[in-house]
């Protein structure tokens, strides 16, 4: 196939509606006279209807009821390598001819490889690096249980999205000038049933074995080529067939989609929305069959990486040093006195006992108390220190989030707890007060990193200004100059690092954090710290992205977490306690 260039009359070729580095053409396949009519597309029969569970047409009930199409067969994964390529589901409408591919160039021809008995040598970093790419998603699926594929949204401004657009439209110009002809060209048309042909069979579970042999019928493109060849090609028919199915096929949330495709008339406009339509059908499939397989990939993800890591570990012996450097100091951080702070008391007796408590009422250290006091400490980690566990290098970037996360919310609920000691209990009562403050707060909080100075008086002067019409608009007294004042100072001083309200936020969201490790995340917010209350939904998600994190972490690592600190309890706490694998 050629490709696309502006300026060029296209003539039974035409641009692919893709991703902007593919903009490959349709081609005519020929049709040999030889061949045989094959049978006229069905009409639609009772099979089809009855294939839908009653109330809803869902595929995922289908899967979920067991259906009426084979009952012993199982549900897996559908084959995207044979039956649909793995694309984006924003390119809905995508191309139904493929691109050029590239060919080995002389240099490629020429160039040396290594000889098969000199393998090249990868050192330690590079074999990390290599497992840290290839378990990237493994790790990410096997920490968060919610993990499912997003639809793809680019903004019409960008330079990405206006080069889409653009290919799009070009594309189905063209089709509508080859479908508006005399007579009509179905050559790129063909290829369109084609692919949605394909699409719909990959959506069928494996047990549909009626309704495929129903669509490989209605769309036998060796019918539908000799067809075209007579300029008898029913486009709109056919989209309407197409339609019927979708129907049968999506999930519920589709079903407002493909109703306004039943009012489309016009037909190209209507495979348009078709394809689009079907893009959000199949990453509907994927994340269902995601969500189905959930223990199954999670088993696999942890022994995955471990094996992964075992080969890292196998190759350099030493490659746990530093993690045993981490769960040291985290059993000594357990056994120092706790750091007197007039705030301790009310914490502790709120949020539950610390492990540092713990230590001072004689218990022994538990591996799971030094394993907690370890993830927290990453929350603090200097980035200058390269000894990082080695069992984390590959979740370095989510504790970077996570720790910006729980900055994010220190700095905001200390500007809250502030502003609500001036303003009272009055504002703060009504959600949507507290709900534009944070926003406010969030909007100005982007330079705190590098501007925390400015940052804090950007936010300081619009805090006392939504508190000021508030109050005026409530009918309440506003702030004396003296108070407000006070709590633009107030509120510029939480820059500083060692600001006695944002040292405190700072201590009880880590004992949050240390809470939800031991008791869950539902728990722990049953009872929080004051001054946490008005973040609590802000809470819930760090804590939860925080204990999955180190609940997978200690799945995978756990056999070497307790080898390593079997060596730092006592002999006799080891012996008596039989230390079980975490």
Same mark, same amino acid.
């Given at each position: 196939?050629?490709?696309?260039?502006?300026?060029?009359?296209?003539?039974?070729?035409?641009?692919?509606?893709?991703?902007?580095?593919?903009?490959?053409?349709?081609?005519?396949?020929?049709?040999?006279?030889?061949?045989?009519?094959?049978?006229?597309?069905?009409?639609?029969?009772?099979?089809?209807? &009855?294939?839908?569970?009653?109330?809803?047409?869902?595929?995922?009930?289908?899967?979920?009821?067991?259906?009426?199409?084979?009952?012993?067969?199982?549900?897996?994964?559908?084959?995207?390598?044979?039956?649909?390529?793995?694309?984006?589901?924003?390119?809905?409408?995508?191309?139904?001819?493929?691109? *050029?591919?590239?060919?080995?160039?002389?240099?490629?021809?020429?160039?040396?490889?290594?000889?098969?008995?000199?393998?090249?040598?990868?050192?330690?970093?590079?074999?990390? $690096?290599?497992?840290?790419?290839?378990?990237?998603?493994?790790?990410?699926?096997?920490?968060?249980?919610?993990?499912?594929?997003?639809?793809?949204?680019?903004?019409?401004?960008?330079?990405?999205?206006?080069?889409?657009?653009?290919?799009?439209?070009?594309?189905?110009?063209?089709?509508?000038?080859?479908?508006?002809?005399?007579?009509? @060209?179905?050559?790129?048309?063909?290829?369109?049933?084609?692919?949605?042909?394909?699409?719909?069979?990959?959506?069928?579970?494996?047990?549909?074995?009626? /309704?495929?042999? $129903?669509?490989?019928?209605?769309?036998?493109?060796?019918?539908?080529?000799?067809?075209?060849?007579?300029?008898?090609? @029913?486009?709109?028919?056919?989209?309407?067939?197409?339609?019927?199915?979708?129907?049968?096929?999506? &999930?519920?949330?589709?079903?407002?989609?493909?109703?306004?495709?039943?009012?489309?008339?016009?037909?190209?406009?209507? /495979?348009?929305?078709?394809?689009?339509?079907?893009?959000?059908?199949?990453?509907?499939?994927?994340?269902?069959?995601?969500?189905?397989?959930?223990?199954?990939?999670?088993?696999?993800?942890?022994?995955?990486?471990?094996?992964?890591?075992? $080969?890292?570990?196998?190759?350099?012996?030493?490659?746990?040093?530093?993690?045993?450097?981490?769960?040291?100091?985290?059993?000594?951080?357990?056994?120092?006195?706790?750091?007197?702070?007039?705030?301790?008391?009310?914490?502790?007796?709120?949020?539950?006992?610390?492990?540092?408590? &713990?230590?001072?009422?004689?218990?022994?250290l538990s591996p799971s108390m030094v394993l907690s006091q370890g993830f927290l400490n990453l929350l603090l980690w200097d980035p200058e220190n390269e000894e990082f566990p080695e069992t984390l290098v590959m979740d370095r970037t989510r504790l970077q989030e996570l720790e910006s996360q729980l900055h994010q919310l220190t700095i905001l609920a200390s500007v809250l707890l502030v502003a609500s000691s001036f303003s009272g209990s009055v504002l703060f009562g009504s959600p949507q007060f507290v709900d534009k403050l944070k926003r406010i707060t969030r909007s100005l909080m982007e330079d705190f990193n590098s501007r925390p100075e400015e940052a804090m008086l950007a936010v300081s002067e619009q805090v006392s200004q939504e508190i000021h019409q508030s109050l005026k608009n409530m009918g309440l007294a506003d702030l004396s100059s003296d108070s407000t004042a006070s709590l633009i100072i107030q509120l510029q001083?939480?820059?500083?690092?060692?600001?006695?309200?944002?040292?405190?936020?700072?201590?009880?969201?880590?004992?949050?954090?240390?809470?939800?490790?031991?008791?869950?995340?539902?728990?722990?917010?049953?009872?929080?710290?004051?001054?946490?209350?008005?973040?609590?939904? *802000?809470?819930?998600?760090?804590?939860?992205?925080?204990?999955?994190?180190?609940?997978?972490?200690?799945?995978?690592?756990?056999?070497?977490?307790?080898?390593?600190?079997?060596?730092?309890?006592?002999?006799?706490?080891?012996?008596?306690?039989?230390?079980?694998?975490?």
């Amino acid at each position: 196939c050629c490709h696309f260039q502006p300026g060029r009359r296209l003539d039974r070729h035409v641009p692919r509606p893709v991703a902007l580095e593919t903009a490959a053409v349709c081609f005519q396949t020929p049709v040999s006279p030889t061949q045989r009519p094959g049978p006229p597309p069905p009409r639609r029969s009772g099979t089809a209807q &009855a294939a839908r569970p009653p109330g809803r047409g869902s595929q995922l009930e289908l899967a979920a009821s067991g259906g009426e199409e084979g009952a012993d067969t199982v549900l897996k994964m559908p084959d995207v390598e044979e039956n649909v390529p793995p694309k984006d589901p924003a390119d809905g409408e995508r191309e139904s001819c493929k691109p *050029e591919t590239s060919r080995p160039t002389q240099e490629d021809k020429s160039s040396p490889r290594p000889a098969p008995d000199q393998p090249p040598f990868l050192s330690v970093t590079g074999l990390t $690096e290599i497992v840290d790419e290839v378990s990237k998603l493994s790790s990410k699926i096997g920490m968060n249980p919610d993990y499912h594929k997003e639809e793809k949204t680019l903004l019409p401004s960008s330079l990405e999205g206006k080069v889409k657009e653009t290919m799009h439209n070009a594309f189905w110009d063209h089709l509508k000038e080859q479908m508006s002809a005399a007579p009509p @060209d179905f050559s790129c048309a063909l290829e369109l049933l084609k692919e949605i042909k394909e699409i719909l069979l990959s959506l069928l579970l494996p047990r549909q074995n009626r /309704l495929r042999t $129903e669509i490989e019928e209605a769309l036998n493109m060796d019918f539908l080529k000799q067809k075209a060849e007579r300029g008898a090609l @029913d486009v709109p028919y056919l989209s309407k067939y197409i339609l019927n199915m979708m129907t049968l096929l999506c &999930a519920p949330v589709r079903d407002e989609a493909v109703q306004k495709l039943e009012n489309v008339t016009e037909p190209v406009q209507l /495979l348009r929305g078709i394809f689009q339509v079907l893009g959000l059908m199949k990453m509907d499939m994927v994340n269902y069959t995601i969500q189905s397989l959930q223990p199954h990939r999670q088993e696999h993800s942890i022994q995955y990486e471990r094996a992964k890591f075992q $080969e890292l570990l196998n190759k350099q012996p030493s490659l746990l040093n530093h993690t045993t450097k981490w769960l040291t100091k985290a059993a000594a951080d357990l056994t120092m006195p706790p750091p007197t702070c007039p705030d301790t008391a009310d914490s502790s007796s709120v949020a539950g006992p610390s492990p540092n408590e &713990a230590t001072n009422n004689s218990e022994p250290l538990s591996p799971s108390m030094v394993l907690s006091q370890g993830f927290l400490n990453l929350l603090l980690w200097d980035p200058e220190n390269e000894e990082f566990p080695e069992t984390l290098v590959m979740d370095r970037t989510r504790l970077q989030e996570l720790e910006s996360q729980l900055h994010q919310l220190t700095i905001l609920a200390s500007v809250l707890l502030v502003a609500s000691s001036f303003s009272g209990s009055v504002l703060f009562g009504s959600p949507q007060f507290v709900d534009k403050l944070k926003r406010i707060t969030r909007s100005l909080m982007e330079d705190f990193n590098s501007r925390p100075e400015e940052a804090m008086l950007a936010v300081s002067e619009q805090v006392s200004q939504e508190i000021h019409q508030s109050l005026k608009n409530m009918g309440l007294a506003d702030l004396s100059s003296d108070s407000t004042a006070s709590l633009i100072i107030q509120l510029q001083n939480i820059a500083k690092k060692e600001n006695c309200v944002r040292s405190v936020i700072d201590q009880r969201i880590h004992l949050f954090l240390k809470c939800c490790l031991v008791l869950g995340v539902q728990r722990s917010l049953l009872d929080l710290p004051g001054g946490l209350t008005l973040i609590e939904a *802000e809470l819930a998600e760090l804590g939860q992205k925080f204990v999955n994190f180190t609940y997978h972490n200690q799945q995978v690592f756990g056999p070497y977490y307790t080898e390593i600190l079997e060596t730092l309890m006592s002999p006799a706490h080891a012996q008596r306690a039989k230390m079980k694998s975490l």
